[in-house]
């Protein structure tokens, strides 16, 4: 039992300042998204671009495999969209005083949340085992969670588009 709390111990102090600050961050706004809100297409890029290159910079300076990571991480972000547009496929929109309005939701902070987890352990992961950066398998699989689980976050985005272009029309 010690020597897990030791390990623990050892993660938690070895991660960045930074990579707890994105968990606020993460928890912050996937808690206000649980209330009814306004939708800013620009506020609904944020996260999805610090994952994506946060996974972006790891496979091009760390991967010995980054073209084969790259096109499954492209095709699996585009299949975690596809995933995430079903997810999101009941999300309502309204319209208060001419601004777009989402319905609170618990999804996007799971799905940060879920983001935050698996990209931080497979980090932890790479840190504790840095030879996984020259296998080939590692590399697809790195590709395949990461880009899958980016990809979720597109599925909100693309509703909030097509509302806003329904309902402001």
Do not use: E
């Amino acid at each position: 039992m010690s020597q897990l709390l030791n390990i623990i111990g050892q993660i938690l102090s070895h991660t960045p300042i930074w990579v707890w600050v994105i968990l606020i961050v993460l928890i912050k706004r996937g808690m206000a998204l649980q209330t009814d809100s306004p939708v800013s297409l620009a506020k609904s890029f944020i996260m999805p671009t610090i994952f994506i290159l946060w996974g972006l910079d790891t496979i091009v300076t760390k991967f010995h495999h980054p073209l084969y990571l790259l096109m499954a991480y492209l095709l699996c972000l585009c299949l975690g969209a596809c995933v995430s547009l079903y997810i999101y496929r009941n999300k309502r929109f309204y319209i208060q005083n001419t601004i777009l309005m989402q319905s609170g939701s618990k999804i996007p902070l799971i799905i940060m949340i879920s983001n935050f987890c698996i990209k931080y352990c497979l980090n932890v992961l790479l840190s504790t085992q840095p030879s996984l950066y020259s296998v080939f398998g590692f590399n697809l699989i790195y590709g395949v969670i990461s880009g899958f689980t980016v990809g979720l976050f597109f599925g909100g985005i693309i509703q909030s588009f097509r509302a806003k272009s329904r309902l402001l029309a």
